[in-house]
C-alpha cells in the first residue's frame, strides 16, 4: 500500500477548464514533488516543495500552479491547458531534499487528458 | 556525455535466470543511487538505494556500486514474469537540486 495518494486518478479537462490535482503523503516527509512523465520517458520535474516553501520551479509554464497548504498536502491547480500537457502526472515525498535523505516515494499518479 | 545512462533494452530473459540491469553515472561525487521498477501505466517504486561500494541484497534484488568505474548494477535473481517492467536509475547530482534520471531499462522475464 502507498503511502503517498493522489486524487484523482484519472482526469479528462477541456482547455478552458480550471481543475486541481491533489496529493497527500502519511510519513511525516518535509519534501513533496511535482513530476510530470510522458511515455517512455523517465519523470520530469516540475516543483519542489520544501518545508511548505515553493524551493525549485523547473521553468513551468504559468498555467500550472502548485500549492503546499500543510506539510503533508500538494495540490497543482490547471487552467487553459494544452493537449501536450496530457501526462501522467505524480506526486512524491521525501525526508528533506538534500542528500541521502533524497529518497523519493511516488503517490499512483493522476493520468490526465486534455482535449 | 549524458549523466546517468542505461541500455534502452528491451532485455530479455527466460524465467529463473539472473537478470543483469547496468547504469553509468557522469558526477564522481555523487553519493546516492537509487534503482525504480515501474510497470506500464503505474507509478515508480523505488525498490533499491545503495551508497557505499560493493553489494547490497534485498530478496531476490541486489544492487552493485563501484564507485572508481562510476556504475551502478541491480541483479534480479530468480528472474519471475512479473518482474517484467522498466527499471530506472536515479543519482542525486553533487548540488542536490533534483534527481538525474536514466532513460530506464525494459526488462522482459518470459515464462
Known amino acids: 500500500d502507498t503511502e503517498v495518494t493522489q486524487t484523482p486518478k484519472h482526469l479528462v479537462m477541456g482547455m478552458t477548464n480550471k481543475k486541481s490535482l491533489k496529493c497527500e503523503q502519511h510519513?511525516?516527509?518535509?519534501?513533496m514533488y511535482w513530476y510530470k512523465q510522458k511515455a517512455k520517458k523517465p519523470p520530469e520535474l516540475m516543483f519542489v516543495?520544501?518545508?511548505?516553501?515553493?524551493?525549485i520551479n523547473e521553468s513551468v509554464p504559468s498555467r500550472f500552479s502548485p500549492e503546499c497548504p500543510n506539510s503533508s498536502l500538494l495540490n497543482l491547480h490547471l487552467h487553459a491547458l494544452q493537449p501536450e500537457d496530457s501526462a501522467l502526472y505524480l506526486c512524491?515525498?521525501?525526508?528533506?531534499?538534500?542528500?541521502?535523505?533524497?529518497?523519493?516515494?511516488f503517490g499512483p499518479g493522476t493520468r490526465l487528458t486534455v482535449l | 556525455q549524458k549523466e546517468v545512462e542505461q541500455n534502452s533494452g528491451p532485455l530479455s530473459v527466460p524465467e529463473g535466470a539472473i537478470a543483469s540491469l547496468n547504469c553509468t553515472y557522469s558526477?564522481?561525487?555523487?553519493?546516492?543511487f537509487f534503482w525504480y521498477r515501474q510497470y506500464s501505466g503505474k507509478s515508480p517504486e523505488l525498490i533499491m538505494s545503495?551508497?557505499s561500494n560493493g553489494d547490497k541484497e534485498d530478496g531476490r534484488f541486489t544492487a552493485q556500486l563501484n564507485k572508481a568505474s562510476q556504475y551502478v548494477s541491480l541483479l534480479i535473481r530468480d528472474s519471475q514474469p512479473s518482474d517484467s517492467a522498466t527499471y530506472l536509475c536515479?543519482?542525486?547530482?553533487?548540488?542536490?537540486?533534483?534527481?538525474?534520471w536514466g532513460l530506464g531499462t525494459s526488462l522482459a522475464v518470459n515464462p
Open positions: 516543495y520544501s518545508y511548505e516553501k515553493l524551493s
Open positions: 536515479a543519482v542525486p547530482p553533487r548540488n542536490n537540486r533534483k534527481l538525474i
Open positions: 510519513m511525516g516527509h518535509r519534501a
Open positions: 558526477d564522481r561525487v555523487s553519493q546516492s
Open positions: 545503495i551508497y
Open positions: 512524491a515525498s521525501s525526508q528533506t531534499t538534500s542528500g541521502g535523505w533524497n529518497e523519493q516515494f
